[in-house]
T-cell receptor, first 114, second 113 residues
Framework: AQSVTQLGSHVSVSEGALVLLRCNYS??????LFWYVQYPNQGLQLLLK??????LVKGINGFEAEFKKSETSFHLTKPSAHMSDAAEYFCAVTSNSGYSTLTFGKGTMLLVSP | DAMVIQNPRYQVTQFGKPVTLSCSQTLNHNVMYWYQQKSSQAPKLLFHYYDKDFNNEADTPDNFQSRRPNTSFCFLDIRSPGLGDAAMYLCATSRDRGPETQYFGPGTRLLVL
């Protein structure tokens, strides 16, 4: 079984500040991890994903995430927040063991103030 | 541009009146998914098609059905919508199952009166 925990349903930052969105996962097999972003009344868009290889993954819009197996974490960061980053962010996990589908976390709403 | 299209973007139906939501894709992906997303919640997988093979999640109510007549199209049928079925319905596709990226459509927001 797989699960994802996102700490903090809402995160507020000032424009230009560091963005840190936390994600911890549980998986009995090697995980594949994703971050998706959702703007109001839109579908989800992939930010980045970790499958194998380099544990620091760079995505679109200046975001990156680091897979830390020992901490079962995949936190999302961006050095400097922009107003356009305000959206809901979902962490998700799947595996490559036979048939597997995405399990999403509950999401974190990022609020960016001027 | 290759994409996932959902129609309509907003759908209003009456309590108990059947409704069909549609999804089409130009990505030629093997897998198509339907998710239900209620306000401020994570998307919840209802079912998916791997080619013509239908896979229902264990907790998906019988009230929800799906059809995939060909690779490009997939439909979500709600036989007797209840007030609790009001939600955003998201269609997604992926080239294969497992750790493949899923590409989402813009969603259809369903309102049940």
């Amino acid at each position: 079984a797989q699960s994802v925990t996102q700490l903090g349903s809402h995160v507020s930052v000032s424009e230009g500040a560091l963005v840190l969105l936390r994600c911890n996962y549980s998986s009995s097999v090697p995980p594949y991890l994703f971050w998706y972003v959702q703007y109001p009344n839109q579908g989800l868009q992939l930010l980045l994903k970790y499958t194998t290889g380099a544990t620091l993954v760079k995505g679109i819009n200046g975001f990156e995430a680091e897979f830390k197996k020992s901490e079962t974490s995949f936190h999302l960061t961006k050095p400097s927040a922009h107003m356009s980053d305000a959206a809901e962010y979902f962490c998700a996990v799947t595996s490559n063991s036979g048939y597997s589908t995405l399990t999403f976390g509950k999401g974190t709403m990022l609020l960016v103030s001027p | 541009d290759a994409m996932v299209i959902q129609n309509p973007r907003y759908q209003v139906t009456q309590f108990g009146k059947p409704v069909t939501l549609s999804c089409s894709q130009t990505l030629n992906h093997n897998v198509m998914y339907w998710y239900q997303q209620k306000s401020s919640q994570a998307p919840k997988l209802l079912f998916h098609y791997y080619d013509k093979d239908f896979n229902n999640e264990a907790d998906t109510p019988d009230n929800f059905q799906s059809r995939r007549p060909n690779t490009s199209f997939c439909f979500l049928d709600i036989r007797s919508p209840g007030l609790g079925d009001a939600a955003m319905y998201l269609c997604a596709t992926s080239r294969d199952r497992g750790p493949e990226t899923q590409y989402f459509g813009p969603g259809t927001r369903l309102l049940v009166l």
